[in-house]
């Protein structure tokens, strides 16, 4: 392998049929996240919209098939990216050096955590049955590895030279901070206010520090590539899930889940405008 192979990260020749493995990315865990979010965006319609029971019915069907395909392409990306760790594990490496491809090692398990606050009622009485403790157990199970990986992600931006936040900051970094909010929400389900609220104080104050890190581009940083610029829409989801997330520690919609709301609207705002500005 020439030195300019080695300097772009490529385990095979540029000329070579790479193996589908080899071309199966971290990243394919986001279509998890996506449809595990739908799944509990219909949970949520069910309980808080004053709907017949005919269209409540239907609602209720649309969250066990969303939540359901969003379990298994969990399943199949899970096995594949499994697979792909077992035959080609100094791929994986590269990946968890590269500062994009980094932050999707977090998604599996924000895909867990929406998939565990869109669970199906019917579902979930069948997991739980007559022992809450067992509730409690996969909560404590999804959130150990989030935390484990924040320690390492977050020691590196505070103490890590070429690893500094100023160095590997790219909109994609929100999937790190995004995980805090989500769990927040999801402890603060199971009645554990306390570590919800310490969750929720390190994501928001991890997105403050990251917020300004990409908005000012310090020149240490490097430039966000044209193919990037859709994930900028991740400014939204932070701010977003916050608000849902203290909006359930509390109890009440207040004045701070209002602020948090009011930014990511902002946000959206602004991205929407700025992406039809300059895409003409």
């Not at 269209?55 to 899970?78: C, D, G, P, Y």
């Not at 359930?248 to 602020?259: E, K, M, N, P």
Request: glycine share 6%; with cysteine; net charge positive.
């Amino acid at each position: 392998m020439d030195s300019d192979q080695n300097h772009v990260g490529l385990v095979l020749p540029l000329d070579a049929k790479w193996p589908f493995l080899l071309r199966f990315p971290i990243s394919w865990f986001s279509i998890s996240i996506g449809l595990a979010s739908q799944a509990y965006l219909w949970k949520t319609l069910a309980k808080h919209l004053p709907c017949i029971e005919i269209v409540l019915h239907l609602i209720n069907q649309m969250n066990m098939i969303v939540w359901t395909m969003a379990m298994s392409s969990l399943i199949i990306i899970t096995y594949t990216y499994l697979m792909k760790c077992l035959l080609y594990f100094e791929a994986v490496k590269r990946e968890f050096r590269d500062i994009v491809r980094s932050n999707f090692f977090f998604a599996p398990w924000v895909a867990c955590l929406f998939l565990a606050l869109g669970v199906p009622p019917d579902i979930m009485r069948w997991i739980i049955g007559k022992d809450e403790r067992v509730q409690d157990g996969w909560v404590i199970m999804l959130m150990v590895p989030i935390i484990g990986l924040e320690l390492k992600v977050y020691g590196q931006w505070l103490l890590g030279g070429k690893d500094r936040l100023s160095e590997v900051a790219n909109p994609c970094t929100h999937l790190s901070v995004v995980g805090n909010f989500i769990g927040s929400l999801l402890v603060a389900k199971v009645g554990w206010q306390e570590l919800a609220t310490f969750l929720w104080a390190v994501g928001i104050i991890h997105y403050l520090v990251l917020f300004v890190t990409l908005y000012q581009r310090l020149p240490s940083s490097m430039s966000v590539p044209k193919e990037l610029h859709p994930v900028f829409f991740l400014f939204v989801a932070a701010p977003s899930t916050a608000s849902v997330a203290w909006k359930t520690i509390v109890g009440d919609f207040d004045y701070l889940s209002r602020i948090c709301y009011f930014m990511g609207l902002f946000l959206y705002t602004a991205l929407v405008s700025a992406h039809h500005i300059f895409s003409k």
